[in-house]
């Protein structure tokens, strides 16, 4: 019996995956369906109504805490992106095969480190340190966990680079300063862009390492969510989510667009 | 050359970075480990772990995790598979991804609505005639909800490295007269091995220590090493004894890790 391997896909394993695609959506259009129901529940639904909508926009502290979220995410990612830019530039450029092994084993760290652990240590050094718990140690704590993702995307983007394109470009008779930004820093552009939104989205989904960090005057998202879940339903927070679910599209969208200019060739280097 | 100089340029913020971030907070979870609640120098939180308590509650997250981990593997492995055949894999991909963007808490908090008591699952269950239940507050609900969690992060590797793998392979394979059970357990599972590798260690460290999930699905039925470390933490506020769980939990992470192998190795 000869079988091809890239044959179609049977309608029983069609099933299997249109069963994952529904269990991976489900809870969130369930989420989003309910945001508009008058009654007040997640299990009855009365009458369409936008009025979870128009009390989440009059709730100014909920406004607050989004604007917070927002600006804790862009200037960590900002400050990750550059500090890990300069790493993988750094790491890169080591010669010594095991100085460099070290030093990614220690990027790692924070990657695999679960966020429990990076919240409590992070609340025992912000306190010896004495650092306020607040918006700097978030804003901090968010800026250390994003740098390691930033250098894992810059850096296979940098080993992908030619040296021999440094080599022309000194013969050439650029400077070291030429030669970073006109030849590496444009080569290596779409792994900052794809660091910087990963980073982004690693601020906007943290939970655990806020909660730890945070104080009593300054809360994020996914922090007050917690406490307005632990109160039970609330149907603001369904409105919220379809509202976050929206913003998490945009954000796919220009992520996926981003990629695609990440093909290879696009610079004309391709090896 | 000042090569050289501009290289340590380059590393200073980057360094500076790592003794702060990941050095120091290591060493200080380890030097806060060895101090009792009152602040003396005591070895009294590791005989605490040492305790029957403790090691039950070690011992059912591991079976939790591990539960978690097989669980999201079996039903990740034939997800992987039948995606690199889909025509716009990377597409599917990409959708398959979108949900792990969506905010943890608010995935959390939808299934509070599904599971609950009125909730549609128990609408479902009267529907068909089994009649209501209580799903929320239970082992299923905790189990069910971190796999629906961790699905695309066990996905990810295991699609990579199925999309890696060389077709001429398996016609080989075909060619000599494998057929496709042994086709795939003596060719396409050994070579993927490395995706499948990487996708429990990223699903069986966090479901260690969730918390949230334990606190919000669970209904603290379920103490895993996270939500003992968050307890001791926020809660009793006995930084050493959280710490000492902590030094556990990060002394089993890289024992994974090494076990797993790191797949980074000499990028």
Known sequence: MVYKLDQRITPLSRI????????????????????FNSGGTMYHFKSFTLDWYKELFQDSRLLIIVLNTLVIALVSSLFATIIGTLGALGIHSIRKQQTKNTLLSLNNVLIVSPDVIIGASFLILFTMAGIKLGMYSVLLSHIAFSIPIVVLMVLPKLSEMSPTLIDAARDLGASQWNVLTKVVLPFITPGIFAGFFMALTYSLDDFAVTF???????TTLSVEIYSLARRGISLNVNALSALLFLFTLVLVVVYYFISQRNRPGRWGVKK | MNNKVTRNLYLFPYALWIVLFVVAPLLLVLYYSFFDIEGHFSLVNYKTFFTPVYLKMTLSSFWYAFLITVIALIVSYPTAYLLTKTKHKQLWLLLIIVPSWINLLLKAYAFLGIFGTKGIANSFLEAVGIGAKQILFTDFSFVFVSVYIFIPFMILPIFNSLNELNPTLLDAANDLGASRWITFRRVIFPLTIDGVKAGCQVVFIPALSLFMLTRLIAGNRVITLGTAIEQQFLVTRDWGMGSTIAVFLILIMFLIISLTGNRKRGV
Not at chain 1, 16 to 35: E, N, T
Not at chain 1, 212 to 218: A, P, S
């Open chain 1, 16 to 35: 299997f995956l249109v069963l994952i695609f529904f269990i991976l959506y489900a809870p969130i259009f369930f989420l989003v369906f309910y945001s």
């Open chain 1, 212 to 218: 730890f960090v945070t104080g009593n005057g300054f």
